[in-house]
């Protein structure tokens, strides 16, 4: 089995009402973080929007962290899903 179809295999939940994940985007844009973000994440979250903003897909976010490890101070802010919400790994 590939990582893709193990990927594929995992469930998420999405929280509508409080995303894990919030972009200050004054911040990012003045610090570039749009490509450091789009770069390190496995699972495709982020995205550069045409007005230049970026483009936060929490649902299908992997909790890996890797984000929150790189982001440029004060560009994001990230915790985990509250409870009973955010992803299910089904293969490990
Ligand atoms: S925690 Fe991992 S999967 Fe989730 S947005 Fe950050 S880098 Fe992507």
Known sequence: ????D???RNRFETDEEEPHIQVNQEVARRT???D???AVCPARV???EPDGSIGVEYAACLECGTCLAVAPAGSLQWHYPRG???V???EG
């Open 46 to 48: 982020y995205s550069k």
């Open 6 to 8: 193990r990927l594929a």
């Open 32 to 34: 570039g973080a749009a």
């Open 36 to 38: 450091i973000l789009i």
């Open 84 to 86: 009973g919400f955010g």
């Open 1 to 4: 089995m590939t990582v893709a």
């Open 88 to 90: 299910q790994f089904r």
